[in-house]
């Protein structure tokens, strides 16, 4: 069988690249943007009374994946598993889930926040999300349950009926003093290395199909679009980010007339 569907209209976030967008959406928290509904006849109507929902689910169209993998490796897993039994990009069909907290109504646009979707991502759906008939904070979480990235076991989860646990304990990020600074040179021109480093880093230090790592003797080195960090690990679950720098050889950087922020940055911090 065969179904058409049309878009209803198109989300407006700050994420223009798939490496900028968080993973999920409570790793948007606070994150706002806009859910721009085309003016169709009777969508005027179709909006009436969603002031006053908390939260929306959104069904939208993955309008970049790059097409149907029936076995994956997400970021939580150190195998490939079925991709229906993930929240992989990679469906059958191209079709993604998001709940987002509205804001408020104007018009035809829907203002919201805790927002995981790409700038311009085809809107299929909306539905309120109904806490009593939606929410089933206790459920088994499958492989995830006993899953760690490193590789080991990470024994059973401890679920609480009464909230939402997350099965996976992140690792804890921190920065030398040297890469803090490097850190915040590079956002004060325009060049956000903070949050995308403890996003990947959260999930562990090993190799994987979407993290960039490799070891560097005793510690490891993360890949970050023209950048890299090198980090270390502290105890059981902590990872300290030790350096920041060019992913550019000097001769790349002298040769290349681009490549002046890479330039200052080697000036600046010695690299």
């Known amino acids: 069988m065969i179904f058409t569907y049309e878009a209803i209209g198109l989300a407006r976030t700050p994420f223009l690249e798939k490496e900028q967008a968080p993973r999920q959406a409570q790793l948007a928290k606070g994150i706002e943007g806009r859910l721009e509904l085309f003016p169709k006849t009777g969508m005027a109507d179709a909006v009436l009374d969603l ?14 994946d790059a097409g149907f993998r029936p076995k994956v490796q997400p970021p939580r897993s150190s195998v490939k598993r079925g991709v229906l039994a993930t929240r992989s990009p990679h469906r059958p069909n191209p079709i993604g889930l998001s709940v987002v907290r509205l804001v408020r109504v104007s018009g035809l646009t829907l203002h919201v926040r805790d927002l995981d ?13 109904v806490p009593y ?27 609480h009926p009464e909230r ?4 996976v304990r992140d690792y804890e990020i921190t920065f030398a003093a040297r890469a803090t600074r490097a850190v ?9 290395l903070d949050a995308p480093l403890r996003r990947t880093l959260a999930l562990g230090p090993k190799p994987h199909a979407y993290r960039r790592i490799r070891a560097d003797g005793d510690a490891f080195v993360l890949a970050h679009k023209d950048w890299r960090a090198r980090f270390e690990l502290r105890g059981e679950r902590g990872i300290e980010v030790i350096r920041i720098f060019s992913g550019y ?23």
């Open 164 to 167: 939402a646990v997350d099965p």
């Open 51 to 64: 002031e006053g929902w908390e939260r929306l689910i959104v069904l939208f169209h993955f309008h970049r």
């Open 184 to 192: 915040e040179w590079l956002a004060a021109r325009g060049v956000d």
């Open 117 to 129: 979707l790409l700038d311009e991502t085809p809107l299929l759906d909306i539905k309120p999300y």
């Open 249 to 271: 050889r000097p001769k790349d950087r002298a040769a290349d007339p681009s490549l002046g922020l890479h330039r200052d940055f080697a000036e600046t911090f010695g690299e």
């Open 133 to 159: 008939a939606d929410a089933f904070p206790g459920s088994r979480t499958g492989w995830l349950q006993q899953e760690d990235v490193t590789g080991a076991d990470a024994g059973p989860a401890s679920f």
